[in-house]
């Protein structure tokens, strides 16, 4: 089976520098990606890792330990517009199959304060 | 260039119901992921389609079924419906199975 953990909330100030962690336990794992997801829309992608190491993508960045079941996404100058659900997803193959299982976690609400 | 698009984005059903949902991937994009999230949960995954064949299924009961097109759309089928099955129901397309996934604006399903 998969197991996501990440933090329930977190709140920051505008201008900031905040780091949403994610921890996971999975079998063929595949992948990894970020998503935010504001309140009543869908989620929207913002990155994706799959080997180890530092992904940055202007002023959001990802990073990822395989060995340690481990991920944090990194959001610099924090604007308000940043607060938003952040959702972890870890994507794992099925057994047998050329199919690939994404597994999300419940999300971590930021919230940005001024 | 259209987003993922789905229909329709509420419905209203009631206990007992059945109910279709609508999903049409970004052009070029042949997978087809289905979704359901409950408010304050993340999204769980129900199927995944790739070239019209079901390649994963969550474990969701029997009562809800899929198939993808050969113009690569979907559609989500679910029976009998229960008061449990309320939440929005998310299609995400990608180009493959391991590409990045691109949601829809999601179906809101309320079953009273």
């Known amino acids: 089976g998969q197991n996501i953990d990440q933090p329930t909330e977190m709140t920051a100030t505008e201008g900031a520098i905040v780091q949403i962690n994610c921890t996971y336990q999975?079998?063929?794992?595949?992948?990894l990606f970020w998503y935010q997801q504001h309140a009543g829309e869908a989620p929207t992608f913002l990155s994706y890792?799959?080997?180890?190491g530092l992904e940055e993508k202007g002023r959001f960045s990802s990073f990822l330990s395989r060995s340690k079941g481990y991920s944090y996404l990194l959001l610099k100058e924090l604007q308000m517009k940043d607060s938003a659900s952040y959702l972890c997803?870890?994507?794992?193959?099925?057994?047998?199959?050329?199919?690939?299982?994404?597994?999300f976690g419940d999300g971590t609400t930021l919230t940005v304060k001024p | 260039d259209a987003g993922v698009t789905q229909s329709p984005t509420h419905l209203i059903k009631t206990r007992g119901q059945h109910v279709t949902l609508r999903c049409s991937p970004i052009s070029g994009h042949k997978s087809v992921s289905w979704y359901q999230q409950v408010l304050g949960q993340g999204p769980q995954f129900i199927f995944q389609?790739?070239?019209?064949?079901?390649?994963g299924r969550g474990n969701f009961p029997d009562r809800f079924s899929a198939r993808q097109f050969p113009n690569y759309s979907s559609e989500l089928n679910v029976n009998a419906l229960l008061l449990g099955d309320s939440a929005l129901y998310l299609c995400?397309?990608?180009?493959?199975?391991?590409?990045?996934?691109?949601f829809g604006p999601g179906t809101r399903l309320t079953v009273l």
């Open positions: 890792n799959v080997l180890d």
């Open positions: 999975t079998s063929g794992f595949n992948g």
């Open positions: 995400a397309s990608s180009f493959d199975p391991y590409n990045e996934q691109f």
């Open positions: 389609y790739y070239e019209k064949e079901e390649r």
């Open positions: 997803a870890v994507r794992s193959r099925f057994y047998n199959t050329n199919a690939g299982k994404s597994t």
